[in-house]
């Protein structure tokens, strides 16, 4: 059986991917730092399990993959936050808490996750970012700039892990659809 990992899975759009994996018969981990809700949308799905975690917590990211027990066939990153307000009134540590999450916690996930799907020479690896990547929304923070980063930094690492068996996406325009030519 095919595995997943989908972070921020406990509601919204990771719960959603989440559902789609296990209806396409993966086995699904759902991790989210709401444990409560990993765990009802892991009860919901057949073959899921639930772990609590921050994305931005190494250790945490490294036992939720030795508990797991499989080397995931594919990884959603999906964890996100927004701060919303004017950037005038946000303070630092708001800023670097939108940044740690999406960008630092994508890079943690995703490197953990990598080094494993390399040494076995398959996986595919999804980062969720956001139309803010490209448009940003007024007063969405540091939103959109992680979103960028984390888009830009992808296509650095797709080209860098496609020797190694890990697929690249294909990509896509400013409306989720695939370029042409």
């Known amino acids: 059986m095919k595995s997943a990992l989908v972070t921020g899975a406990g509601g919204g759009l990771g719960a959603a991917v989440a559902r789609r994996l296990a209806q396409d018969g993966y086995r699904v981990a759902i991790v989210d730092t709401d444990d409560a809700a990993a765990q009802a949308q892991a009860g919901a799905l057949p073959d899921a399990v639930a772990f609590a975690a921050d994305v931005t917590d190494e250790a945490a990211i ?22 919303f307000g004017p950037l005038l009134t946000h303070d630092v540590a708001q800023f670097r808490k939108v940044i740690d999450v999406n960008l630092t916690g994508t890079f943690i996930v995703t490197r953990a996750v990598a080094r494993r799907m390399v040494t076995r020479g398959s996986g595919s690896i999804v980062n969720i970012t956001s139309l803010n990547a490209v448009a940003p929304s007024p007063d969405a923070g540091a939103y959109p700039a992680s979103k960028a980063a984390v888009a830009w930094w992808v296509r650095r ?15 896509l325009d400013g409306r989720g659809e695939r370029r042409r030519g």
């Open 62 to 83: 490294e036992n939720v993959l030795d508990a797991f027990g499989d080397v995931p066939d594919v990884l959603v990153n999906n964890a996100g936050i927004v701060r």
């Open 157 to 171: 690492e797709c080209v860098a892990w496609a020797q190694d068996g890990l697929r690249k996406p294909e990509p």
